[in-house]
């Protein structure tokens, strides 16, 4: 290794949108990382192309300002800005109902309510970083198939095609999504709720300029959510629909009758949907590991819990683990201590555990709490889409519904 400042190594298997921010995290303090990815990953060849592939696909993601303060860590934020959109306002109402929640950005002083990324987008940056970063090793198009630990290392197994790569390294980080093959190899068990959704997601084009303001409506065929994209006119749709009603979306031969319910679910508050890209769906269920750190192994993102999205939570969240691990990590290195060592992961995992909870327990009650008319209920979870926790308003309006003070 050319820098006489690299340290350690850290193998991650999986590189989504955790994998490939952690790795930058990792490289950022001088560790060396071998980043394995089961796809190939594209090559860029135009500037506007942005190929759909792995955690980066059609859907946008809501990052919360804290999500953006970590990308401006990183020195990433200049250049994932260029691609996002600030949540200026956020309206939330209900189908059949006259009641309606208005928070401004201005009155509640924070800049915004968060930014709207398209994933590809992320994608795009991430990996374009990652690839030249010299610190990164970045195998792609390689499945990891055997993983197992001794007292002082982690080994792995990898194909691509007919070569079989193996690799150790003191600490490993599995980042390889909600169906984990590492969680597995380690025998971490799951509690697995099914919430019997599918998600619908797109981009559409409306006849009234966004200007900044996203939109959650609720609707008896579940809580839409409306969103501001690049471009003054386009926004994304994510639509969690009962589980097998999907074939009424999905597909070119839809798309006149997902506008109408688009346009008969939102009436004219954002004017006339006049286009819309493919819909893609997406399961949803929440994952959760009965263990996050096993010997030298720690899950993150996905592996370790995966939430429904109707909060907008579920990376945000993942991004605050990750963080938090690269600072054990460094106070480790700079005790001279070894970065891999379990009792640091379990205090890691132990020092995470409150904020998973809380996070946890919020998406999964705006999802139960649909069907339940409890005003405050009602208002928590029509303010799900936006990170709860960073909207300064939000507690005090709740605080009001609490109190009978606002309708
Ligand atoms: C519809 C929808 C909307 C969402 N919107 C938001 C939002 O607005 N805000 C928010 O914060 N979160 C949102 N989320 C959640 C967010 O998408 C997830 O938190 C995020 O994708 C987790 O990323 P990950 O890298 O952990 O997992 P993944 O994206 O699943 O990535 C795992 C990677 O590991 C690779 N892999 C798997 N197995 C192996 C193996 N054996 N060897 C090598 N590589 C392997 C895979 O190819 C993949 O690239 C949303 C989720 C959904 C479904």
């Given amino acids: 290794m050319q820098n006489d400042l690299v340290t350690e190594k850290v193998i991650i298997v999986g590189g989504g949108m955790v994998g490939l921010s952690l790795a930058l995290m990792l490289a950022k303090q001088k560790i060396q990382v071998q980043l394995l990815e089961a796809i190939k990953y594209p090559i860029f060849e135009s500037e506007g192309e942005i190929p759909y592939h792995s955690s ?79 610190l990164i090793e970045l195998i792609d198009g390689v499945k990891v198939t055997e993983l197992n630990q001794d007292q002082d290392q982690v080994h792995i197994e990898a194909n691509r095609g007919e070569e079989a790569l193996k690799l150790s390294a003191k600490l490993l980080i599995a980042a390889d999504g909600r169906d984990s093959f590492c969680r597995q190899a380690l025998g971490v068990g799951v509690d697995v709720h099914d919430y019997d959704q599918v998600a619908i997601v797109t981009a559409v084009q409306t006849s009234k300029p966004h200007q900044q303001v996203g939109f959650e409506r609720f609707s008896p065929l579940g809580p839409l959510a409306l969103l501001p994209l690049p471009g003054e006119y386009r926004r994304s749709v994510v639509w969690p629909v009962k589980k097998g009603t999907e074939h009424e979306w999905l597909g070119q031969e839809n798309d006149q009758h997902f506008l109408d319910a688009l346009q008969h679910t939102y009436g004219d508050r954002a004017g006339k949907f006049e286009k819309t890209g493919q819909r893609f769906c997406f399961p949803l269920s929440q994952v959760l590991a009965h263990k996050q750190a096993v010997g030298r192994v720690v899950l993150m993102g996905n592996a370790a819990h995966t939430i429904h999205p109707v909060a907008g939570q579920g990376f945000n969240l993942c991004l605050r683990d990750a963080f938090v691990l690269l600072r054990f990590i460094t106070e480790q290195l700079e005790a001279s201590e070894d970065i891999g060592q379990p009792e640091m992961l379990l205090a890691y995992e132990q020092s995470r555990l409150e904020d998973q909870k809380r996070v946890i327990k919020f998406c999964d009650s705006v999802v139960r709490g649909f069907s339940n008319s409890n005003p405050i209920l009602k208002l928590i979870r029509n303010t799900g889409l936006v990170a709860f926790d960073v909207i300064p308003g939000i507690k005090p309006l709740v605080a009001n519904y609490a109190m009978g003070l606002k309708a």
């Fill in 56 to 134: 980066f696909d059609a859907r946008n993601t809501a990052l919360s300002r804290r999500s953006v303060q970590i990308y401006q860590q990183l020195g990433l934020w200049d250049l994932l800005q260029v691609h996002a959109t600030p949540i200026l306002q956020v309206h939330i109402t209900e189908q059949g109902s006259f009641g309606k929640a208005r928070l401004v950005a201005e009155e509640e002083k924070v800049e915004s309510f968060g930014q709207v990324i398209e994933n590809a987008w992320l994608g795009r940056v991430l990996l374009t970083e990652v690839r030249k970063e010299a």
